[in-house]
């Protein structure tokens, strides 16, 4: 069982930059994929970004250029560097991995950490 808790939102200016961390509580190395969802008040929970093993990355466009997400395996710890911050990115992050169990692969997200963005 792996816990994965997120930290690092707030409130930011448009134009401003966070950072945001999600720390597992057992190793990340064996994910087969993490990344970072969000969900604005009445829309659906949507893909932000992804990083694979391999180190294999994409992103909504909506983020694309603006939201780098890398993950430090050491750490047991993915980050979404979060850049040129708009009104539109305000929600809901959450984190979310793939990772192996002994048999299969089992999906975990965490809690969520709001971000608002807002003059």
């Known amino acids: 069982q792996v816990q994965l808790v997120e930290s690092g939102g707030g409130l930011v200016q448009p134009g401003g930059s966070l950072r945001l961390s999600c720390a597992a509580s057992g190793s990340i190395f064996s994910a087969n994929v993490m990344a970072w969802y969000r969900q604005a008040p009445g829309n659906q929970r949507e893909l932000v970004a992804v990083v694979t093993t391999g180190g294999g990355t994409d992103y909504a466009d909506s983020v694309k250029g603006r939201f780098p997400i890398f993950r430090d395996n050491a750490k047991n710890t993915l980050y979404l560097q979060m850049n040129s911050l708009k009104p539109e990115d305000t929600a809901v992050y959450y984190c979310?991995?793939?990772?192996?169990?002994?048999?299969?692969?089992?999906?975990?997200w965490g809690q969520g950490t709001q971000v608002t963005v807002s003059s």
């Open positions: 979310y991995a793939n990772i192996w169990g002994a048999t299969k692969a089992y999906d975990y």
